[in-house]
T-cell receptor, first 116, second 117 residues
Framework: ETGVTQTPRHLVMGMTNKKSLKCEQHLGHNAMYWYKQSAKKPLELMFVYNFKEQTENNSVPSRFSPECPNSSHLFLHLHTLQPEDSALYLC???????????????FGQGTRLTVV | AQKVTQAQTEISVVEKEDVTLDCVYETRDTTYYLFWYKQPPSGELVFLIRRNSFDEQNEISGRYSWNFQKSTSSFNFTITASQVVDSAVYFCALSEARQGGSEKLVFGKGTKLTVNP
C-alpha cells in the first residue's frame, strides 16, 4: 500500500459535470496539498491544509473547491471546468513541525484529468 | 521571490554514460531546503533527496550524487553509469516556509532524461 493514494487515476469530464478527486494518506502526516501539473509548466501549488485547516489558496478559481474532513483525507471538488483545466492533479502530504517543515513531501500518483 | 531554474529541458544519453542535471535557485531565506524528485511515466513524484541550506556537504547514494554550492546557488544532480530505468522527469524544488508550519515547494520545470540502451 502506497503512502499517498489518489483516486481516480484518470478522469474525463464534460464542462457541465461535477466530479471529485480523492486523496488519502497513510503516513500520519498533518499537512496535505493539492498541486496542478500542466504540460510545459512547473508544478503549481493550489491548496494547503494544515491540521485540517486551509492555510493557503494560491489564487485558484472557485470552480475548484477543496475539502479536508480530517488529516488523512483530502478532496478536490470540480464543477464547470474548462478545457484548460486538463492536467495532472497531484496530492501530497508532509509532517509540519512548528515554524518550518523539514521533512519531504510525499506525493500520490496523481489524477489525469481531461475536460472535454 | 523564490525561483528554481532547470535550464535543461531534455537530455538524452546512452546507457552507462554519466549525466548531470543542473539546478539553480533563488531565495532570500537564510534557511531553506532543497529537494530532488523523480517522476517516472506512472506519474507520482518520488522523493530522492532533501538538503538543508546549512549543510553543503556533497552526498552520494549509490549511483546518485548531489553537489550543493551556496556560492553559486546551485544544487546539481549526477547519475553515474546511467540505466534505462533512470529515464524520467527530474524536478528540483526549493522549500518556502508558510504560515502554520506547512511548506510550499517551488518546483523547477523539470528535466526529461532519456537513457537509451
Amino acid at each position: 500500500e502506497t503512502g499517498v493514494t489518489q483516486t481516480p487515476r484518470h478522469l474525463v469530464m464534460g464542462m457541465t459535470n461535477k466530479k471529485s478527486l480523492k486523496c488519502e494518506q497513510h503516513l500520519g502526516h498533518n499537512a496535505m496539498y493539492w498541486y496542478k501539473q500542466s504540460a510545459k509548466k512547473p508544478l503549481e501549488l493550489m491548496f494547503v491544509y494544515n491540521f485540517k485547516e486551509q492555510t493557503e489558496n494560491n489564487s485558484v478559481p472557485s470552480r475548484f473547491s477543496p475539502e479536508c474532513p480530517n488529516s488523512s483525507h483530502l478532496f478536490l471538488h470540480l464543477h464547470t471546468l474548462q478545457p484548460e483545466d486538463s492536467a495532472l492533479y497531484l496530492c501530497a502530504s508532509s509532517q509540519a513541525k512548528g515554524v518550518r517543515m523539514n521533512t519531504e513531501a510525499f506525493f500520490g500518483q496523481g489524477t489525469r484529468l481531461t475536460v472535454v | 521571490a523564490q525561483k528554481v531554474t532547470q535550464a535543461q529541458t531534455e537530455i538524452s544519453v546512452v546507457e552507462k554514460e554519466d549525466v548531470t542535471l543542473d539546478c539553480v535557485y533563488e531565495t532570500r531565506d537564510t534557511t531553506y531546503y532543497l529537494f530532488w524528485y523523480k517522476q517516472p511515466p506512472s506519474g507520482e513524484l518520488v522523493f530522492l533527496i532533501r538538503r538543508n541550506s546549512f549543510d553543503e556537504q556533497n552526498e552520494i547514494s549509490g549511483r546518485y550524487s548531489w553537489n550543493f554550492q551556496k556560492s553559486t546557488s546551485s544544487f546539481n544532480f549526477t547519475i553515474t553509469a546511467s540505466q534505462v530505468v533512470d529515464s524520467a522527469v527530474y524536478f528540483c524544488a526549493l522549500s518556502e516556509a508558510r504560515q502554520g508550519g506547512s511548506e510550499k515547494l517551488v518546483f523547477g520545470k523539470g528535466t526529461k532524461l532519456t537513457v537509451n540502451p
